[in-house]
T-cell receptor, first 114, second 113 residues
């Protein structure tokens, strides 16, 4: 199993809603990542979890709250988002939390904030 | 943090070989060079990774000169399905337990019939 599974694939939410994005991998990877990608732009790193601990937060607004319940799961809790937060949210995992290992990406969640 | 520079776009025709060059002048000693491919509305997909000289797999080759300040991804005999954005990344270790994967602007490759 070399898949990273993200749910839901599409999400529309209002600015006052609370929602969560989910990511799952069963490859035994110890690093997991959240990226945000706007149209025709490269993915932007948001968070890195290393051995289930948050190791990198790229100055992401607090309306995005990551959570790593166990080594296979990664969540991104969303609250009070703005329309400009609409984007493709990508989850990735790698065996080790270094920049020298192959990362596997999910298909992403297309988020629209209305 | 090693920064990468790639051409914004390239065009090719089916059956041709395509070479995409990436500059990474401040690459660190321990950094590897990795290339990803991304189709619209999908997550990036690993293509190839290397440290020095030449690496080849079933889909591509990666050429890295001795000074490692650049690298070239070579795609043999491209097809229409190779139309995608290609990203060159240089691994930033950031310490023994920290890892960052930063994407540069990428190269939009368009293959024409």
């Amino acid at each position: 199993d070399t898949e990273v599974t993200q749910t839901p694939k599409h999400l529309v939410m209002g600015m006052t809603n609370k929602k969560s994005l989910k990511c799952e991998q069963h490859m035994g990877h110890r690093a997991m990542y959240w990226y945000k990608q706007k149209a025709k732009k490269p993915p932007e790193l948001m968070f890195v979890y290393s051995y289930e601990k948050l190791s990198i937060n790229e100055s992401v607004p607090s309306r995005f709250s990551p959570e790593c319940p166990n080594s296979s799961l990664l969540n991104l809790h969303l609250h009070a988002l703005q329309p400009e937060d609409s984007a493709l949210y990508l989850c990735a995992s790698s065996l080790l939390p270094t920049g020298n290992t192959e990362a596997f990406f999910g298909q992403g969640t297309r988020l629209t904030v209305v | 943090l090693a920064k990468t520079t790639q051409p914004i776009s390239m065009d090719s025709y089916e059956g041709q070989e395509v070479n995409i060059t990436c500059s990474h002048n401040n690459i660190a000693t321990n950094d590897y060079i990795t290339w990803y491919q991304q189709f619209p509305s999908q997550g990036p997909r690993f293509i190839i990774q290397g440290y020095k000289t030449k690496v080849t797999n079933e889909v591509a080759s990666l050429f890295i000169p001795a000074d490692r300040k650049s690298s070239t991804l070579s795609l043999p005999r491209v097809s229409l399905s190779d139309t995608a954005v290609y990203y060159c990344l240089v691994g930033d270790r950031g310490g023994s337990t920290l890892g960052r994967l930063y994407f540069g602007r990428g190269t939009q490759l368009t293959v024409w019939p």
